[in-house]
């Protein structure tokens, strides 16, 4: 047998061919694992090229409709590019036609309002503020499109069209929101209906007639118009059904929405007849917060001032500081009150209430004053009684010191110290004196009339006239400010 060598070893023929068989089939094998390799990640790659295709085909509505339709693969950008590319003929400064397809006639555009809140309504500057979503919708035959996949389109760009030119006339402040993306949503359906809806925050004038403060209702307007265009090239119309919208609970400070109603308040001006829509905030304000802070304390101020009337007429710094601070602390009241109201010029119900109070306050200030005044009279008067008596005692006493005979005051002689006489009609007694005729006295005067001092006479009468005259004015003042009657109509 012959060998062969291989490197120090000598390998017989037939193992060697063996060998090399071996080294043939490994190198085949890792062949075939690299050409697996390669297969695998090719079929990967055409998977995943499949789906980036399918992706960026339109977003069809469902399945059926693929399949029913397989021949129409027009997409979004394709329809936009129709009607709106280098190649189209739309101009967007151009207002469309009109409904009956003439230039000559109006666009009606239906307006359709959303109102989110309402956050401010200032008294002072007569405003409030509101947060809208405000929708119009418009018939624009150029910017029709035959597709039947797509319910609608939405454009990116409002500016590439035309719009109403509609301006809120009693707006003070206004602004778009932008966060995080503009708030504009812009609708284009296959037959030119076009919807257009923008979030917007408004600061509106409303002008208040404040003579039922704090008892009335208020009544604000958000007005919309045409500013260049005339009702022959736009008709604004408010939508036929719910056309302003509210959130189920619009929260306000100090109001409460009691109604919302639709009206058209078109004007004419020396450049034409402007269509005009208006929406009327019917506004109810809370009255709780005035009965806290101003009705419950002024009745206690008012109570207050009265307890002087019970008090001794010798209590002078107590009955004076009483009404003094009553009536400072009313008058603060007042003043607080009325710097969160404009100075009007007529006379609100919270004027005549603070008004009401305050000279009811004054009034027993003023009654300490002539209580005060009487009780100095009648001591004056008590005292001219005492030295005349005095004196006339003294006198007495002089001419009984000097031997004279006084002359009785009675005639001691009858058996009865009165021995009645007759004389013109009248009876006398001993002493000469004429008897007063007795007075029917009424309630008032015997109430009265146990008590001597004309001061406390007055005191007394105070305690029954200030409480009665201060019902009477609540009873008036309820009655005449809380009646229906009382709507003053603001729109």
């Known amino acids: 047998m012959v060998g062969v060598k291989f490197g120090r070893s000598i390998v017989p023929p037939a193992r060697r061919c063996a060998t090399l068989r071996w080294n043939s089939c490994c190198a085949i094998y890792k062949m075939d694992w690299l050409h697996w390799c390669i297969i695998i990640i090719g079929v990967i790659a055409c998977i995943r ?104 389109v939405n454009l990116p760009d409002p500016e590439r069209i035309w719009r109403p030119d509609l301006f809120f006339s009693n707006e003070k402040q206004g602004h778009f929101h932008d966060i995080v993306m503009p708030n504009v949503l812009l609708r284009l359906y296959p037959d030119g209906r076009i919807l257009y809806s923008v979030r917007i925050s408004l600061v509106l004038s409303c002008p208040m007639k404040l003579h039922y403060y704090p008892l009335d209702n208020q009544f604000c307007v958000l007005e919309m118009a045409s500013y260049g265009y005339t009702t022959d090239d736009i008709v ?46 019917k506004l109810k304000r809370q009255f709780s917060y005035y009965l806290l802070q101003l009705y419950i304390p002024s009745y206690m101020l008012v109570i207050v001032s009265w307890v002087s009337f019970w008090l001794d007429k010798e209590a002078v710094p107590a009955r004076v500081s009483l009404g003094v601070t009553t009536l400072l602390t009313m008058a603060t009241q007042a003043s607080g009150i009325n710097s969160k109201l ?49 004196e006339q005692l003294t006198l007495d006493l002089m001419e009984d010191g000097c031997g004279t005979q006084m002359k009785p005051l009675f005639n001691n002689s009858d058996t009865t110290p009165f021995r009645k006489r007759s004389w013109k009609g009248y009876e006398t007694h001993d002493i000469h004196i004429e008897p007063r005729r007795k007075r029917k006295r009424g309630c008032y005067t015997s109430f009265l009339s146990h008590y001597k001092d004309r001061a406390k006479r007055i005191d007394v009468v105070a305690r029954i006239l200030f409480p009665a005259g201060f019902a009477l004015f609540n009873v008036a003042y309820w009655l005449g400010y809380m009646l229906p009657e009382k709507v003053v109509d603001m729109a």
């Open 49 to 152: 090229g499949q789906s980036v295709q399918q992706m960026e085909k339109p977003p069809w509505r469902n399945t059926s409709d693929r399949v029913t339709n397989p021949n129409i693969n027009i997409s979004e950008k394709e329809i936009i590019d129709e009607i709106l590319g280098e190649g189209s003929n739309y101009d967007n400064r151009l207002r469309p036609k009109g409904g009956n397809g003439s230039q000559a006639s109006a666009v009606n555009v239906t307006v359709n309002i959303y109102l989110r809140t309402i956050s401010k309504i200032d008294d002072v500057s007569m405003e409030y503020s509101c947060q809208i979503s405000f929708r119009e919708q418009w018939q624009d035959n150029r910017l029709t499109y035959n597709d039947s996949y797509f319910k609608y």
């Open 236 to 281: 604004f119309i408010w939508k036929a059904d719910n056309p302003v919208q509210r959130k189920p609970i619009v929260e306000l400070p100090s109001f409460e929405l009691k109604d919302i109603s639709t009206s058209y308040c078109s004007s004419t001006t020396n450049t034409g007849q402007y269509s005009c829509l208006r929406v009327t905030l």
């Open 342 to 390: 404009p100075p009007v010029s007529y006379t609100k119900a919270i004027d005549v209430w603070i008004g009401v109070s305050l000279t009811f306050i004054f009034g027993a200030l003023l009654e300490f004053a002539l209580v005060n005044y009487a009780a100095r009279r009648d001591s004056k008067e008590q005292l001219k009684k005492d030295r005349e008596r005095q």
